[in-house]
């Protein structure tokens, strides 16, 4: 058995609307052998080293279900159960995940699509491989493949660092409390590193933390609770309750200080944290001296300071108020009479609360210089036996970081503490701080106790207080989520997901442009880029999750535009759990036949996907099928219609019962878009007023432009900025490069365009049909090499009743085809549809073929371009000299001015300088 492919989905898929990780798996022979073949010898291991999968309910649903398969007479077959193993890897490891789906590959034997869901891609990438090594190991010898594990292989092993990898990957507690005090209030977050810099919100509505250090927390606050002789200072300048400090950097200095304060005494480093480096009681010069070199490791400077009797407390405020106390207890064992104290210790860290560091609640204890002093000063070893309920303490600081545990106390806090651990971490300036407090009874007032401040934290630890040792655990999370989101704020930027087959550049580019009018900060992405308020920020086909994600993590964003290609999402999924309003332009056939997408079916399957995932309002085209169907599968609150047919019968009853629709319908001047939305009828704008439909005649951009109406009206965008932004939207090349760009410069018309399927085609086609053309209508004619036989010979057929001359050529990219096999099929296929063999061309070069094109042009003709690489096609046509300069109306001009690129495209490929009739240098653009 081995794996094919991978795909890890990021977001909402074709298989689930969260994260998983698709495998193609061959089973080779092992398609023979399913395990009720393979029978005990085989199951009877599996579930010893997992017994876990006990649990599993399977198709069943029930817990057992997944064995009663494994056992049943046929049984299940392997890919089935490497599903299940990586699944339950995973919960092994503390994750909780649950989805897995395996199904045959059609017309594969022996293949399947294995699915499993994951919350770290590289754990879950590492819980599929070492299930797919289990399996093969537990495997009879004479099925084994060769790089199966050999027979010493410890699965035991191989499974505990499996464990310790995944706790290293995974959020600490304080993180994940946040992250999950977040999702609790519908907050979106993105991890943005491998650690705990974690984003919540989007666009401009981001706010950041790193554990528990907040965007709000201040730099300078940071440093002074750093530097704990600052706020030793600080702290007693305002009359606060702190010990006697004295900073050394010498030996000889410490012990001089110790005298001075009188014994006992705490040494500590001034700037290190977690309790490293600090040893407390010290009743003699000598011990002041082995603490010093201890916390010299730590620190160049160390303190010194009066030893305060007490139980040590951690008061953790958050936005001026006290949300938590904890009395922590230092690392300790408590003796049995039986056990030594290094067996107590093997004992105690047997908890499965306790790990290494901060992966767990509690930490593992560990003997080291401090432990070893303890027991030297108490007499004992590691194997002394403590008496019955004797405690003995391993640590003279109570940090969870080095074992200690903690009690929650919150609700014994006597008023004077609570008021004194708020001044204290106001003073410092924390919006998020913890006090180390010393007093031997927290309900009794310092003032009658005594007590003191002995360290203020900035980015506190909540382990103590999400998870205490004893008592009531506590919301602390909850605070700083409301501190960083007051209640009314938003945390979200309104998205809206565009996908269909044709049109989605186009509208997506339509909806941007209404938005900025409307006084919006657009993030757009699309198969030319990603653009920030109209700039081009990284170019290329940006239609995946990690270009959505881009623009989301972009704080400058307040609006997102997102074109969801079939591609990306084939590859990653979505870049967002959900968005606010989604569209599906059309279903038709493009890149059918690659990657498991043979059908319109499962086109249409695929496509839908981010109308599944609409909030707030998805627009169908109701004169699609295909789209017509996803209706039955958005949750959103509005579901709109779109369609040029006035009498399309399911929108009149969809308005009739109150729905929404945006409809064209005929009137007196032309075509208006006309909106229903319950009782409300509006007239909204005339189509030939919009550049973009070419007064009218561009009935796929009618569509287009309806859609984009349809998104902007229930993204609630003024009707007025609607308007005047489909009044101010060209399909120049400025606005809407490769789609139905018209240069109207030279003796003849040229249009170039980017469709590359056969419904694209059949558009522009019809398109060029509508124009009164005095000459001749010439095409230069291209199929991507990736596309189907039948697709490449359909878009030869659609274009033969249109033109009158045909040049047929390929892309640079020969995708899998020979040189000229695309231009011989579409050769074969226009003569196969009537096409006089005379009036076609064969020019297998782009440029070539573009040149030959312009070339044979004359005054009066209309060239159509189907272009590739769109920019260098663009450049081509503005800059040929047609030799007809005086049978033109407007001069093409003198050479193109270069400039900056400061508006995201190159303007040297776009703009012309001309001259006024004042002799005015103007830089305008080319076939605008």
């Known amino acids: 058995m081995r794996i094919i492919t991978t795909n890890v989905y990021v977001g909402p898929n074709m298989y689930a609307h969260f994260p998983v990780i698709r495998h193609v798996l061959d089973l080779g022979e092992l398609e023979q052998w399913p395990t009720g073949k393979l029978g005990p010898a085989f199951i009877d291991p599996l579930l010893e080293a997992l017994p876990g999968l006990h649990d599993h309910g399977c198709s069943y649903r029930t817990p057992g279900g997944f064995v009663r398969r494994l056992r049943e007479d046929e049984g299940t077959w392997l890919g089935h159960v490497m599903e299940h193993v990586a699944i339950e890897l995973q919960n092994v490891a503390g994750i909780e995940v649950t ?48 790089d199966a594990p050999d027979k010493n292989w410890d699965f035991t092993s191989e499974r505990d660092e499996f464990i310790r990898y995944a706790q290293r990957r995974a959020l600490g507690p304080s993180t994940a409390s946040l992250v999950a005090a977040a999702e609790e209030r519908g907050i979106p977050w993105l991890r943005l590193n491998d650690y705990s810099l974690i984003q919540f919100g989007h666009g401009r509505y981001q706010k950041r933390i790193q554990a528990t250090c907040t965007g709000n927390t201040s730099n300078i606050a940071v440093d002074l609770a750093s530097d704990k002789e600052e706020t030793n200072e600080i702290l007693r300048d305002l009359g606060l309750p702190v010990p006697v400090q004295h900073l050394v950097r010498t030996d000889s200095r410490a012990r001089r200080a110790a005298e001075r304060i009188g014994f006992p005494v705490v040494v500590k480093p ?8 600090v040893s407390i009681n010290l009743t003699t010069a000598d011990e002041v001296s082995e603490a010093y070199e201890k916390a010299k490791e730590h620190s160049r400077s160390v303190l010194v300071e009066s030893f305060i009797q007490g139980l040590d407390h951690r008061l953790l405020v958050v936005n001026g108020e006290l949300v938590a106390a904890a009395k922590r207890m230092p690392g300790h064992v408590r003796g049995d009479g039986k056990h030594t104290v290094e067996e107590l210790v093997d004992i105690i860290n047997q908890d499965p609360r306790r790990g290494v560091g901060h992966e767990k609640v509690l930490t593992r204890l560990e003997f080291d210089h401090q432990a070893e002093r303890l027991l030297e000063r108490m007499d004992y070893s590691r194997t002394t036996v403590p008496a019955v309920d004797e405690v003995v303490f391993l640590r003279s600081t109570a940090n969870l970081s080095t074992g200690g545990t903690a009690i929650d106390v919150t609700d014994s806090v006597h008023p004077d503490i609570r008021e004194m651990a708020i001044r204290t971490v106001r003073a410092i300036g924390l919006d998020v701080g913890g006090v180390d407090f010393l007093t031997t009874d927290i309900s009794k007032s310092y003032r009658e106790t005594g007590g003191a401040i002995c360290e203020v934290n900035a980015g506190p630890g909540f382990r103590m207080h999400v998870a205490p040792s004893e008592g009531t655990p506590r919301d602390v999370a909850g605070p700083v989520i409301e501190g960083l989101f007051p209640q009314g704020s938003p945390s979200r930027i309104p998205i809206a997901a565009i996908t269909g087959t044709n049109g989605k550049t186009t509208t997506s580019r339509m909806l941007g442009h209404i938005l900025k009018l409307s006084g919006y900060t657009v993030g757009l992405t699309s198969t030319d880029g ?3 308020d109209g700039k081009l920020s990284v ?13 989301l993590r972009d704080p400058a964003v307040d609006a997102a535009v997102l074109e969801c290609a079939r591609g990306g999402m084939l590859r990653g999924g979505l870049g967002f759990s959900e968005c606010n309003v989604a569209t599906c332009l059309n279903v038709s056939a493009d890149h059918l036949g690659q990657k498991g997408i043979n059908t319109l079916d499962q086109l249409a399957e695929l496509k839908r996907v981010p109308v599944e995932v609409a909030k707030d309002a998805v627009v169908l085209n109701a004169d699609d099928p295909y789209c017509l169907k996803m209706a039955d599968y958005t949750q959103a609150k509005k579901l709109c219609y779109v369609t040029i047919n006035a009498s399309h019968p399911l929108v009149k009853q969809h308005i009739k019962a109150g729905g929404q629709a945006f409809v064209l319908e005929q009137g007196m001047n032309g075509h208006m878009i006309t909106i229903y939305d319950g009782d409300t009828h509006i007239p909204m704008l005339w189509t030939h007023l919009i550049p973009a439909t070419v007064e009218g005649k561009a009935i796929h951009n009618v569509q287009n432009a309806m859609v984009a109406a349809a998104l902007a009206y229930n993204m609630d965008v003024n009707l007025t900025n609607i308007q005047q932004g489909l009044r101010t939207f060209d399909t120049s090349f400025f606005q809407a490069p490769g789609r139905m760009n018209i240069y109207d410069e030279h003796a003849f018309k040229v249009i170039l365009d980017y469709a590359h399927n056969p419904a694209a085609v059949n558009a522009i086609c019809d398109l060029v049909s509508r124009f009164d053309i005095d000459g001749r209508k010439t095409v230069v004619l291209a199929a991507p090499g990736d596309r189907r036989d039948e697709d490449i010979e359909a878009i030869a057929r659609l274009a033969a009743p249109h033109f009158d001359h045909f040049i047929c050529r390929r892309d640079d990219g020969l995708r899998g085809r020979d040189a000229d096999e695309v231009p011989l099929m579409l050769k074969r296929s226009l003569i196969a549809s009537g096409v006089d063999e005379t009036k076609i061309e064969m020019v297998p070069d782009e440029t070539e073929a573009t040149r030959r094109g312009l070339d044979i042009s004359k005054p009066g003709d209309l060239l159509l371009v189907l272009g590739d690489n769109i920019h260098r096609t663009w450049k081509q046509i503005i800059y040929f000299d047609s030799g007809h300069e005086g049978e033109t109306t407007a001069s093409a001009g003198p050479a193109p001015l270069s400039l900056p690129d400061e508006l995201g495209f190159d303007l040297d490929d776009k703009l012309e300088v001309i001259q006024d009739e004042r002799g005015v240098r103007l830089a305008r653009e080319a076939g605008d």
């Open 99 to 146: 989805f897995g789906r395996t199904r045959s590959v059609d017309d594969a034997p022996g293949q399947y699509n294995m699915v499993f869901e994951y919350t770290d891609e590289r754990v879950g990438r590492e819980a599929s491989r070492l299930a797919l090594s289990l399996l093969h190991h537990l495997l009879p010898e004479n099925l084994r493949p060769s």
């Open 270 to 277: 001034l700037d290190a944290n977690h309790g490293r480096g």
């Open 530 to 532: 990603v653009y920030i």
């Open 539 to 551: 170019p290329g086909d940006m239609t995946g999750p990690i270009s959505s994600r881009m623009v």
